[in-house]
C-alpha cells in the first residue's frame, strides 16, 4: 500500500468509527449491556418482558424504555405472544460492521507494536 493509499485507509477508518458514535452511546448504558447479555444466553436470544425485569431488578417501566431504545436501533424486535411481550435479538448489518470495524483497527495498531 502506499503512502498516499495509507492516510486514506486511515481517513476512511477514522470516518467510519466515527460513523458508529450513537450505536456506542446507544450501548453506554449498562442496563442495555446486561439486556443484550441477557438475551445472548436465553433460547433463541428471546424473553419475555417480565422475565428481563425480574432479571435486571428495575421497574417494568424503566425496562421497557431500555428495551424500546434497542428496538427502535434495530437490535431488537417485539413479538406479542397471548398476553405476554417478549423481545427478541435480531440480525443486523451494525454487528458485522463493528466487526469489520475492530478488526481493521486491531491490524493497523499492530503495525505499531
Known sequence: ??????????????NKF???????????DSTRIK?????????NCQMKVEDITKEIYLSRP???HHLIALKDAGILKLHEESRYN??????????NELCDLFHDISN??????
Do not use: C, H
Not at 108 to 113: A, I, M, R, S
Open 86 to 95: 417478549y423481545y427478541q435479538l435480531v440480525p443486523n448489518d451494525i454487528w
Open 18 to 28: 466515527t460513523s458508529t458514535e450513537s450505536f456506542f452511546q446507544l450501548l453506554g
Open 35 to 43: 439486556i443484550i447479555a441477557l438475551l445472548l444466553k436465553a433460547p
Open 108 to 113: 493497523l495498531t499492530k503495525e505499531y507494536d
Open 1 to 14: 500500500m502506499t503512502k498516499e493509499e495509507r492516510q486514506e485507509f486511515k481517513k476512511n477508518l477514522s
Open 62 to 64: 424503566a425496562v421497557s
